[in-house]
């Protein structure tokens, strides 16, 4: 009970004729807080606070760092994410202020345009054709359709626009591709991102997508390149990295990520931090998925992953990928409001909302835009994307001292 309800308590309990035995003990103990000798009060300017004598050498480098750099150890990644909590979302909230606005949280939807009957086992997966899951495959959606929902995402305040296929890869897929340059040629004619989701790629077909406008091309790693045979053994660790250099080598932006809650181990977490932050350039967009287990997948009955080990991955990401946007993806629909916004404090900047993710429920516009009001958050811009991808790109060339 604070000081002033005992006040008032007491001055009740006087008028209501309550014997003053009965008060003494309240009014014993307030007079012990007043008697007790005040703090001098300091007259020179107090020391600055001290460092916490558990930060580590590789927080204090990476909190240091004007650029992005990707010549980090697995020692180095796993001293960072062991750092006690609060140290480090306090650590990567404030890296996070160097190099982004932490006002601006970009909007992005993904909308599957082809859904189901994909030949691979990622256990995890409602769209697998080996798991009984219930859903009905579909095939590739009209142009019109797509470009449609686009406007919908657009009007609603979503500057990024992703399209999603279940397809293993796009061997043999010549007019769906046709179709898929259509859609991001309407995307990016919007003025919004497009992003697409399409399974493995070869150097030629991210090519064409390029010669689009495509602006980044989404596939994720996953997890650890340990932990990676448990979730999935059609296509190896190295092919989704193949694939990830195609979209590099044509000068597509990389959007890549992991899945959490996929029966791994921490340091798991640490392996996905330290195969995307030692790529020859860090991808520009990191997803965070946490598992929506999936009733008929093997990962279907999961435990669904702690919420520490969550924030404790965004904080890493953010501290080892400083100019990376790190999104905050599958799952946020189970995340508190709190919860969330102590993912954006640990330097998440970009959320999937609208009405679906692609086959997951979704945190819709009007919820975030209540939320975001709540807590001085704002849509990212389209001109403050430019702008930040300018600054991102001076950094990595000329390693620029001068990002705040
Ligand atoms: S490749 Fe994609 S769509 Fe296919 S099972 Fe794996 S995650 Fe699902």
């Not at 306090?90 to 993904?110: E, S, V």
């Not at 990024?160 to 259509?182: H, S, Y």
């Not at 791994?264 to 640490?270: A, F, I, L």
């Not at 001109?383 to 060339?397: G, N, P, V, Y």
């Amino acid at each position: 009970m604070s000081v002033p309800s005992l006040l008032r308590q007491s001055a009740l309990t006087s008028r209501t004729g309550v014997s003053q035995a009965l008060r003494r003990p309240q009014w014993q103990s307030f007079s012990t807080i007043q008697d007790a000798p005040r703090a001098a009060i300091p007259t020179t300017t107090p020391p600055p606070p001290p460092t916490p004598s558990n930060t580590g050498t590789a927080l204090q480098d990476a909190m240091n760092a004007s650029r992005p750099r990707n010549n980090w150890t697995k020692e180095e990644i796993s001293e960072i994410y062991n750092t006690p909590l609060m140290e480090l979302t306090y650590a990567a909230a404030t890296l996070h202020r160097r190099f982004h606005n932490p006002a601006a949280i970009q909007l992005c939807t993904l909308m599957s345009i082809k859904t189901g009957g994909c030949s691979e086992d990622c256990s995890y997966c409602a769209q697998s054709s080996r798991y009984s899951t219930g859903l009905k495959a579909s095939k590739l959606s009209p142009v019109d359709e797509v470009l449609a929902a686009a406007k919908i995402a657009k009007d609603n305040g979503s500057n990024r626009f992703c399209m999603g296929a279940a397809w293993r890869d796009m061997r043999g897929r010549k007019t769906n591709l046709k179709n898929i340059v259509a859609m991001v040629k309407g995307v990016r004619g919007m003025g919004m991102e497009a992003c697409v989701t399409l399974g493995m790629i070869d150097a030629a077909q991210a090519k064409e997508l390029k010669d689009a406008g495509l602006t980044a091309y989404n596939h994720n790693v996953d997890t650890s390149r340990e932990h990676y045979p448990n979730v999935i053994t059609t296509r190896s660790y190295d092919e989704r990295l193949a694939t990830i250099e195609n979209v590099r080598d044509a000068g597509i932006h990389v959007c890549t990520g992991g899945i959490l809650g996929l029966g791994e181990k921490p340091e798991d977490h640490v392996g996905l931090v330290h195969t995307v932050g030692t790529m020859r350039e860090h991808p520009e967009s990191f997803p965070v998925n946490a598992l929506v287990p999936i009733k008929g997948t093997p990962l279907g009955d999961s435990t669904p992953i702690s919420f520490d080990a969550t924030v404790r991955t965004i904080a890493t990401a953010r501290l080892v990928l400083p100019a990376t946007i790190v999104r905050l993806a599958a799952g946020r629909i189970n995340m508190t409001e709190e919860k969330q916004m102590l993912c954006f404090m640990a330097g998440a900047n970009a959320i999937f909302t609208g009405e679906k993710m692609l086959t997951t429920p979704c945190s819709g516009w009007d919820e975030d835009k209540e939320m975001f009001g709540r807590w001085g958050l704002r849509p990212m811009e389209g001109e403050e994307l430019i702008s930040f991808k300018d600054e991102r790109a001076r950094a990595i060339s000329l390693g620029a001292t001068g990002l705040k």
